[in-house]
Structures are given as C-alpha cells and as structure tokens.
C-alpha cells in the first residue's frame, strides 16, 4: 500500500508523535517479518526513546537512542495504526502503541544499529529523491537519457528515482500522455520535460489528498486516482474505457486514447 504520498503523511504523523517517547515493551506475533541485525535480543530495545522519524524511498526509519535504528519496509500492504489493537508487531510506550498491520505479511521490519544499513536490500541504492532539490529538471533528463529501458519500468525502479510505485506510476504516464510501454529513448525532448512536469504534480497532488482526507492511519487514500484501479470506467478526460494490462508483470491501468502507443522511431537513414 503506502506509496509516497502516504509516507510523507506517516512520517508527519509519526514524527512528533512519537518522538521523545520511550519503548517499555514489544510484543511480536509474526516473528517472520522481522529481521534482527543487532545480534543480540530485542529486549536490548527497552528503555530506549524515538529520536527521530523519516522517510528514506519507500522505507520508514524510526530512529532510537543509543544509534539504534528501526527501518520499516512496508512494501504493498504494511500499515501503522497508533490505536491499541492487534497487529503483527506492537511496540509499546508508556500509554502510547505503535503498530504494525499487514495482511500479506509481505513487509519487513529491520532492527539494526545506526551504520549497518547496507544489510538492508536495496536501503542505500535508493536514486535522487523526487521530494529532494537534487530532482531538477537537468537530473531528471540526465538519467531518463541514460535509461534503456520501458518507461513505467524506468519510473519504478528507484535506483534512478525514487520512489515511485504503481499506483502513481500509472497516475503520472496518465497526465503525461505516455503509452506505459514507450521506451525511454522513444521519447522526444518535449514528453520527457512533461513526464518531469508531471512526477511533480502528480506527486504534490498525492500528497495533498492525502493530508487533506479524514482517514484512519492505517486506511489507504486512492479516491484521487484517475485511472488506476479503474478499469472499464471511462476516462474523465476523453471518456473512453480504461484499460488494464500487464507491463512486464506488473498491472497497469490507462487510457488507450490519451495514451496512444508511441508511432515506430523515424529512422533517418541518410
Ligand atoms: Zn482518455
């Protein structure tokens, strides 16, 4: 589930809630999901206090006194709830809770001491943060140029950007008008200043509808989706019927008219 948006309205949620509280207890049910880098129990986790909370790619980093560190990647379906109810992991505070939900127990929770994130797969290969002022333009054209792969691919690879999933991956070839499966070199210069253009905006308006929905923490906000998960309804733009296809094994939902297949790379031969 949580993809940018919903992170970045996690992380400033979580931050100040959390932050200057002291752990007085965890209690795991689902051991599978955790993953232990301290060498040592997690009892080691009593009595420290949340210094910090922040987002880094699609990972929440909790950080703790002491340099200790809890990395959480929730992947499709983790969530947090702050309400006393069960959940896979629970950490415990003096009348506080942070939990952890996941009904395809398919995220990971990483204890660790500040320094070893490099056991983490894929923490440190994190490209340019899209939020960050390193994504300008040039960078974006920069790596877009270098890339030999499908469009959607290329925005969901975070090794480039990050971090971008497949919901607003859909989102954003959307407003951009790009057919999922271009190759990036098919691109022209104007296409790929507006899929710059439009990482922004999509990615702002995410964020707003987020912030701006009264929903529970661990509920997702998808209302403000124009085509993903919409197959068969019509498009608000030209009102044909969104399709839904698989891109190198990924489900992809767009608009056959406002995202028409790129026409055969004009070859000059002479
Ligand atoms: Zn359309």
């Not at 947090?80 to 009348?95: N, P």
Request: proline share 4%; charged share 30%.
């Amino acid at each position: 589930m949580p993809e940018l948006p919903d992170l970045v309205y996690l992380e400033g949620v979580l931050q100040p809630e959390l932050t200057g509280k002291q752990i007085v207890g965890l209690d795991v049910k689902e051991p599978i999901i955790i993953r232990n880098l301290l060498g040592e129990s997690l009892d080691l986790l009593k009595g420290k206090t949340f210094t910090d909370v922040r987002r880094h790619g699609p990972f929440l980093v909790f950080e703790l006194s002491d340099d200790l560190r809890m990395i959480v990647h929730p992947m499709l379906a983790g969530a947090f709830t702050l309400e006393k109810r069960k959940g896979l992991v629970s950490i415990q505070m003096k009348d506080h809770a942070l939990t952890y939900l996941d009904n395809k127990k398919m995220g990971k929770i990483y204890f660790l001491r500040k320094g070893s994130e490099s056991q983490i797969p894929r923490f440190l290969e994190q490209g340019v943060n899209i939020r960050s002022v390193e994504f300008t333009e040039a960078k974006f054209l920069e790596l877009i140029n270098s890339s030999r792969r499908q469009v959607r691919a290329f925005l969901m690879e975070q090794e480039s950007i990050s971090a971008i999933g497949n919901a607003y991956a859909d989102e954003i070839l959307f407003d951009a008008g790009i057919h999922p499966k271009t190759f990036c070199y098919q691109l022209d210069q104007e296409q790929k200043e507006g899929l710059f253009r439009s990482i922004n905006k999509v990615i702002q308006s995410g964020i707003d509808s987020v912030q701006g929905s009264k929903h529970l923490l661990h509920e997702k906000v998808r209302d403000h989706m124009l085509v993903r998960n919409r197959k068969n309804e019509p498009c608000p733009r030209c009102g044909s019927s969104i399709r839904r296809e698989s891109v190198l094994g990924y489900d992809t939902f767009f608009c056959p008219k406002c995202q028409p297949a790129q026409r055969k790379t004009f070859i000059d031969w002479k």
